[in-house]
C-alpha cells in the first residue's frame, strides 16, 4: 500500500494580508488529510462510523518550515506515528516539490459515536490501521 497523499492548491482565502497561508489552514490540511487516510485504509471516509465509532482530535502540533503562498502545490502526506489501544496518532508532511514546509502530528482518540465517549476501535477496523502501520509507509512525496 502507498503512504496516502493528498495533493492541494492553496486558495486565495487561505492567505492572511501578507498572502501567506495562515497558520490555522494547515490543520484543515491535515484534517483533509486525515479523510483520505480513513479512505485508503477503510476503503471510505465515514469507515468508522459503520462500526459505531468515531474519532475526536485530542491534540494537535504543527511545525512551520517554509511559508506557503497563494496558488502553491503542495502534498500532503499521512503515515501512523502510534497506535495505541484507544487513540491513533497521525503523521503529516507538507511538500511543496521536494521541500518540506511543514510537519504535525494529530492525536486521535476512538469514540463511541453516539455517546463520544472513550473506547477501543473495534478489532476489525484496528486490523486493517496495524496492516497499513506494518507496511512502514514512508511519507515522502516520491
Request: charged content about 25%; proline content about 5%.
Amino acid at each position: 500500500m502507498e503512504p496516502v497523499r493528498m495533493p492541494l492548491r492553496v486558495r486565495y482565502h487561505e492567505c492572511d494580508p501578507q498572502g501567506v497561508v495562515f497558520n490555522a489552514n494547515y490543520l484543515a490540511y491535515f484534517d483533509m488529510a486525515s479523510f483520505e487516510f480513513l479512505t485508503a485504509v477503510l476503503g471510505k471516509s465515514t469507515g468508522l462510523n459503520d462500526f459505531g465509532v468515531d474519532f475526536v482530535v485530542a491534540e494537535s502540533n504543527v511545525r512551520f518550515l517554509r511559508a506557503l503562498r497563494f496558488e502553491d502545490e503542495v502534498v500532503v502526506s499521512v503515515r501512523i506515528g502510534h497506535l495505541g489501544n484507544t487513540s491513533l496518532v497521525l503523521e503529516f508532511e507538507l511538500w511543496r516539490g521536494e521541500e518540506t514546509v511543514a510537519t504535525g502530528t494529530n492525536r486521535y482518540v476512538f469514540v463511541n459515536a453516539e455517546t463520544l465517549t472513550k473506547q477501543a476501535p473495534p478489532e476489525e477496523i484496528r486490523a486493517k490501521l496495524l496492516e497499513y502501520q506494518a507496511l512502514g509507509a514512508s511519507p515522502d512525496p516520491a
